[in-house]
C-alpha cells in the first residue's frame, strides 16, 4: 500500500464543516504529488463564473442543501478521468451520501482502482460551528449563515456521517482528532497514515 514517488495514493477526507479538512486536505494532496478534487470549490467557481453548472446550483448551495448525485457524480468523474488524477487524488466533499458512494465505487471499479484511506476528522460539534461563524466572518460565503450553517451540519450527521460506517466496514478509515493547531492534526494526519504505509514519496515517517 506504500504510495510511489510518482505520486499513487486515493484518498477521501470526510469531516464535518469546519472540520479544516479543505485546509488538511491541501497539505495531504501536496505532499503526496496528487490533485486535490473538492467539489464545494467546483461548484463555487462555477457560480462565481456563472457558468450554466453555477446557475442551476446557486439556489441549492445557497440554502445548503445538496446538489442531486446525478450531476455531482458526473462532475467528479469527469474530473477523475483528466490525465493530473491518473496517479491518485484526494477528494475533499465528495462522496457525502450513500448514493454518491456507490457512484464513486462503480466508477473506481470500473477502472481497476481502489481507494488507500479515507480519513475521518473528528470536531465536535460546537467546535465546528464556532469555526464556520469564524470563517464567515473572515471570508463573507454566502452559505456560512447561521440558519445554513445548521443546515449544513444536519445534513452532514445524517446523510455523510454513515457513510464512514460502509468504509469502516472496509476496513479504509483512518480517524483522526481534528482539534488541535493546524500543525498538530497535520502531524497526526501524517503519521497515522505512515502507520498504514502510506508516506509521500515512499519515504516512512
Ligand atoms: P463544501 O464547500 O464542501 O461545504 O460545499 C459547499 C456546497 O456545495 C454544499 O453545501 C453543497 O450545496 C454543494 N456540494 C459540495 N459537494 C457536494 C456533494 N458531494 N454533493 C452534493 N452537494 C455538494
Do not use: C, H, W
Request: avoid cysteine.
Amino acid at each position: 500500500m506504500t504510495a510511489s514517488a510518482t505520486g499513487s495514493a486515493r484518498f477521501l477526507i470526510v469531516g464535518p464543516q469546519g472540520s479544516g479538512k479543505g485546509t488538511q486536505g491541501v497539505l495531504v494532496a501536496e505532499a503526496f504529488g496528487v490533485p486535490q478534487v473538492a467539489t464545494g470549490d467546483i461548484f463555487r467557481a462555477n457560480v462565481a463564473g456563472g457558468t450554466e453548472l453555477g446557475k442551476r446550483v446557486q439556489a441549492i448551495i445557497e440554502a445548503g442543501d445538496l446538489v442531486p448525485d446525478e450531476l455531482t457524480s458526473e462532475l467528479v468523474r469527469d474530473r477523475l478521468e483528466q490525465a493530473d488524477a491518473a496517479g491518485g487524488f484526494l477528494l475533499d466533499g465528495y462522496p457525502r451520501n450513500r448514493g454518491q458512494v456507490d457512484d464513486l465505487d462503480a466508477f473506481l471499479t470500473g477502472r481497476g482502482e481502489a481507494l488507500d484511506a479515507v480519513i475521518e476528522l473528528v470536531v465536535p460539534r460546537e467546535e465546528s460551528i464556532g469555526r464556520l461563524k469564524q470563517r464567515a466572518t473572515d471570508q463573507g460565503r454566502t452559505d456560512d449563515t447561521e440558519e445554513v450553517i445548521a443546515n449544513r451540519l444536519a445534513i452532514y450527521e445524517r446523510e455523510t456521517a454513515p457513510i464512514l460506517d460502509v468504509y469502516r466496514d472496509r476496513g479504509a478509515v483512518v480517524r483522526i482528532d481534528g482539534v488541535g493547531t493546524l500543525d498538530e492534526v497535520t502531524e497526526r494526519i501524517f503519521s497515522a497514515l505512515a502507520a498504514r504505509g502510506l508516506a509521500p514519496n515512499g519515504v516512512s515517517a
